[in-house]
């Protein structure tokens, strides 16, 4: 059963589970919205390609011991986003295989309130607690200001420019 594969996480204000076939909604509107994939890819996914972005959440947990969390507020259950960890084989120099990369989205209702920090802060102390894991990756587009801050108060650092799928990104790594 999955749900013993995913552990869930609380903080103060915060849930993280498990992925279920019932968030695909909440994950189509996500992925939808155009402040959110403004910086990702620059285009709004379908739900075919949000289901398959689900699944493949599901997939690194069974595989690889780690992957993405819902995360919803713990005081009303509502959806704020995805928060977690994935080795996604990018075609990418340097390369992030074998490494954990890091990544965050939140609905949009949610920019602003820390949520990402808090969530973010919560995945990696998992991470480093459960798995002895400490080094990690995100990439992000040299734009996005919002998830700059949010890397920066959790500790990634290391800079490298490069380009992935004809695109201009910042490599960060957390030590």
């Known amino acids: 059963m999955l749900s013993a594969l995913v552990p869930t996480l609380e903080t103060p204000r915060l849930t993280l589970r498990g992925h279920t076939r019932q968030d695909l909604d909440d994950s189509v509107a996500l992925w939808a919205a155009p402040e959110v994939v403004r910086y990702i890819g620059g285009r709004a996914f379908s739900r075919e390609e949000t289901w398959s972005k689900l699944l493949r959440y599901v997939g690194h947990w069974a595989v690889l011991g780690f992957g993405y969390w819902v995360v919803c507020e713990r005081a009303t259950g509502r959806f704020v986003g995805e928060v977690g960890f994935a080795d996604f084989e990018r075609d990418l120099t340097p390369s992030l295989s074998g490494m954990p990369e890091g990544g965050w989205v939140l609905a949009p209702w949610a920019h602003g309130n820390g949520f990402a920090t808090e969530a973010l802060t ?17 990439i992000i587009d040299p734009d996005n200001a919002a998830s700059r ?11 490298v420019r490069t380009t992935y799928k004809g695109a201009t990104v910042d490599v960060l790594f957390r030590a």
């Open 149 to 159: 801050r949010v890397a920066a108060k959790v500790g990634y650092r290391e800079q």
């Open 122 to 138: 919560a995945a990696l102390g998992w991470l480093e607690t459960e798995r002895g894991v400490r080094r990690t990756a995100c």
